[in-house]
Every structure is written in structure tokens, then in C-alpha cells.
């Protein structure tokens, strides 16, 4: 079993910056893991994913060079470092954790889910 939670979340203006993190507990060894966010009335959706090495990473076409996702294994924390923020950056950010090789972006590759943080980005 793999715990994660999540943290970071709140207010800022356009433009601005947030780290989130994802505290994770359990077995971790080997696990993908990621970060999707869910707006009012939409499905959930990719963000980002990060291989257990940290080598490799992908990301939504909407984040590309604003968002970077990091992981540090032996605090069992993942990061997600938001610049640039948009009014529509604005969702619950959510932190998932897969076994995995190829790096999943659909949720049900996910076998691991966090409660949410929100990220709210004002005009």
C-alpha cells in the first residue's frame, strides 16, 4: 500500500509561482509517479509524470516550459514547481503513484491517489 498526500496549494495572482509537494509513505521502491488536477465540471487531467530515476519526464501540452515536476526518492517527496501561473491553471491538483515503466498519462494507469490540494489562480 502506498499513502500519498499532498501539499502547497492556495491563492495567487497570474503570473505568480507555487511549489506543490506529495508526501508519500509505504512501498515506493520502483513507482512512477504524478500530478493531474481536476477543474469545477471537467474531467481530471495529466500534468506531468516522473520515472522512479527521475531520468525521465513528461508533460501536458499546457504546462510545457511553466511546470516542473522533480522527485527526491530518499525523502519519498514529490515536487511540482509551477511558474508562470494562468487563471486556468486554477483545479485540484492531485499526486498519483504507478508501477509502471512507461510513464502513464491516463488516471487508470494509477494505482495510488492522493486527496487533493487546491490551486487557485486569480485574474
Known amino acids: 500500500q502506498v499513502q500519498l498526500v499532498e501539499s502547497g496549494g492556495g491563492l495567487v495572482q497570474a503570473g505568480g509561482s507555487l511549489r506543490l509537494s506529495c508526501a508519500a509513505s509505504?512501498?515506493?521502491?520502483?513507482?512512477?509517479m504524478g500530478w493531474f488536477r481536476q477543474a469545477p465540471g471537467k474531467e481530471r487531467e495529466f500534468v506531468a509524470a516522473?520515472?522512479?530515476?527521475?531520468?525521465?519526464?513528461t508533460y501536458a501540452d499546457s504546462v510545457k516550459g511553466r511546470f516542473t515536476i522533480s522527485r527526491d526518492n530518499a525523502k519519498k517527496t514529490l515536487y511540482l514547481q509551477m511558474n508562470s501561473l494562468k487563471p486556468e491553471d486554477t483545479a485540484v491538483y492531485y499526486c498519483?503513484?504507478?508501477?509502471?515503466?512507461?510513464?502513464?498519462?491516463?488516471?487508470?494507469?494509477?494505482?495510488?491517489w492522493g486527496q487533493g490540494t487546491q490551486v487557485t489562480v486569480s485574474s
Open positions: 516522473i520515472s522512479w530515476s527521475g531520468g525521465s519526464t
Open positions: 498519483a503513484a504507478a508501477q509502471a515503466v512507461v510513464l502513464p498519462t491516463t488516471p487508470r494507469r494509477y494505482d495510488y
Open positions: 509505504g512501498r515506493t521502491f520502483m513507482y512512477a
